[in-house]
């Protein structure tokens, strides 16, 4: 299931064997996987293509990702990614996400990913189609010199 709004989007996935470790756990960094690919498809259901942004010179970066380990989910575990994203000032944007285990409805994971968009002269800026799309006034100019 994949559920998309202008505040919350969640995105229901299933571990796969490859995803353990030894300890039959999911790897640690196969986590930052899940996020990613809940932000992207978050992104894609707002009309936001990576690709097109790309071609127009605009890059979306992470800058920081806090992370706190609460469970481990093991093979075939279905989950969900769930996504709420902010603007954090003029220039960051920030998703809000957890995973939750469905059987019980575990909370397994929740993060803070702080992000950006870089113009093409490599400088942070909010494109407006970014901004109108999540339903965020655009920017206040900067002041006259």
Do not use: W
Not at 52 to 70: A, H, K, M, P, W
Not at 93 to 118: E, P, W
């Amino acid at each position: 299931m994949d559920i998309v709004d202008k505040q919350h989007h969640e995105l229901e996935l299933k571990v796969r064997d490859y995803e353990c470790d030894m300890d039959h756990v999911v790897n640690n960094a196969v986590y930052l996987n899940y996020l990613e690919h809940a932000r992207h498809e978050y992104l894609s259901g707002l009309g936001i293509r990576f690709g097109e942004l790309s071609r127009q010179g605009v890059s979306l970066v992470v800058t920081r990702i806090e992370v706190d380990y609460r469970a481990s989910l093991t093979s075939g575990d279905a989950f969900v990614v769930r996504t709420l994203l902010t603007r954090a000032g003029r220039i960051r944007l920030q998703f809000h996400q957890t995973i939750h285990r469905l059987s019980d409805n575990r909370l397994m994971l929740n993060a803070v990913v702080t992000g950006t968009a870089l113009n093409d002269r490599g400088r942070p800026e909010i494109p407006p189609e970014l901004g109108r799309a999540l339903g965020q006034a655009e920017p206040p100019a900067p002041p006259a010199a």
